[in-house]
């Protein structure tokens, strides 16, 4: 098993560009979530996910969308990057959830000019 | 709204002695789950022990071992036999379950001595 994947794992933007992170498992997980990650700060919820189909609001979702059309996907879309979107954002999946550890992604630095 | 807070921003100890991060966290909850995260240079984070807020005994992982202390908020982890390996960033997480996003400390970065 791959585990949970992350593609790209660095990426530069220039203000007002949009792209896409993509997060895949191959765990058959039913839970996903997006966080990022900023200096001297834990990680805080961007969107989850309980189930193919189904997508809500995390701590901090302004300026990104997601979706889930599949089990194994959920991308993040940054519609129009800002600086202050510069973070290492982190994939996260789990089997339900319950108590079920949370397994992450090696993370994307993504840093907007 | 629930907070975690890591006192500590940096701790130092010396390989194969004892040390203990801190972490207080604050919500009106009953049922919960608690979570210490590793977060090596790698970046990638490691689940290095859990706690369910029901169980009274504390949660015991090879040489981590936590404090939880439910009526004072207080969830600390205890690693003991420091090994060069522990150098990280000690994550401490609350598991809201309303929508079971996971709300994190600040952090806390342990350095290993020779």
């Known amino acids: 098993n791959a585990g949970v994947t992350q593609t790209p794992k660095f990426q530069v933007l220039k203000t007002g560009q949009s792209m896409t992170l993509q997060c895949a498992q191959d765990m058959n997980h039913e839970y996903m979530s997006w966080y990022r990650q900023d200096p001297g700060m834990g990680l805080r919820l961007i969107h989850y996910s309980v189930g193919a189909g189904i997508t809500d609001q995390g701590e901090v979702p302004n300026g990104y969308n997601v979706s889930r059309s599949t089990t194994e996907d959920f991308p993040l879309r940054l519609l129009s990057a800002a600086p202050s979107q510069t973070s290492v954002y982190f994939c996260?999946?789990?089997?339900?959830?319950?108590?079920?550890?949370?397994?992450f992604g090696p993370g994307t630095r993504l840093t907007v000019t | 709204a629930q907070t975690v807070t890591q006192s500590q921003p940096e701790m130092s100890v010396q390989e194969a002695e004892t040390v203990t991060l801190s972490c207080t966290y604050d919500t009106s909850e009953s049922d919960y789950y608690l979570f210490w995260y590793k977060q090596p240079p790698s970046r990638q984070m490691i689940l290095v022990i859990r706690?369910?807020?029901?169980k009274q005994q504390n949660a015991t992982e090879n040489r981590f071992s936590v404090n939880f202390q439910k009526a004072a908020k207080s969830f600390s982890l205890k690693i003991s036999d420091s090994q060069l390996g522990d150098a990280a960033m000690y994550f401490c997480?609350?598991?809201?379950?309303?929508?079971?996003?996971?709300?994190w400390g600040a952090g806390t970065k342990l350095i290993i001595k020779p």
């Open positions: 996260a999946s789990s089997y339900s959830t319950g108590i079920y550890e949370q397994y």
């Open positions: 706690q369910e807020a029901y």
């Open positions: 997480a609350y598991r809201r379950e309303s929508n079971y996003q996971l709300i």
